[in-house]
């Protein structure tokens, strides 16, 4: 929690920080979406902890882009070794337990309009060469 306080302190200091989007305007609820802030397409991904002794279910949270348990222990067995399992598709019960992770998708259709380009310049000598 602590941690968390300074990081608010440190993003509200540095200006690079705030630049940083963190896509809180992406409803949760949508597999995919561009963001409004930033215009970057970003992708919802769920993720649900579990106990590796137990299996028992674990409430996990995002830091840094990274999945990792709120609790150091299982509540259930007291183990301490957590797997996190990526969910396709979040429903009530796990919704509970689940922290969401929003991922930036690389846009492809970018690179198709390259590809486009590219061929017609490709095309271009050869039709120079007949000549
Ligand atoms: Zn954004
Ligand atoms: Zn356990």
Request: hydrophobic fraction near 35%.
């Amino acid at each position: 929690m602590i941690l968390d306080k300074m990081i608010e302190l440190i993003s509200y200091l540095l200006p690079v920080y705030k630049t940083k989007c963190t896509h809180d305007k992406v409803p949760p609820e949508v597999e995919t979406a561009y963001c409004p802030d930033c215009g970057k397409l970003i992708k919802n991904e769920w993720y649900i902890g579990r106990c590796s002794s137990c299996g028992v279910k674990v409430k996990v949270m995002v830091r840094n882009g990274e999945i990792i348990s709120q609790n150091h222990f299982c509540t259930n067995c007291g183990g301490n070794d957590f797997k996190i399992e990526k969910l396709d598709k979040i429903n009530f019960i796990d919704i509970n337990f689940a922290a969401l992770l929003k991922r930036e998708v690389v846009e492809t259709s970018v690179c198709k309009t390259t590809t486009c380009w590219q061929e017609k310049i490709h095309e271009q000598p050869k039709l120079l060469i007949q000549y």
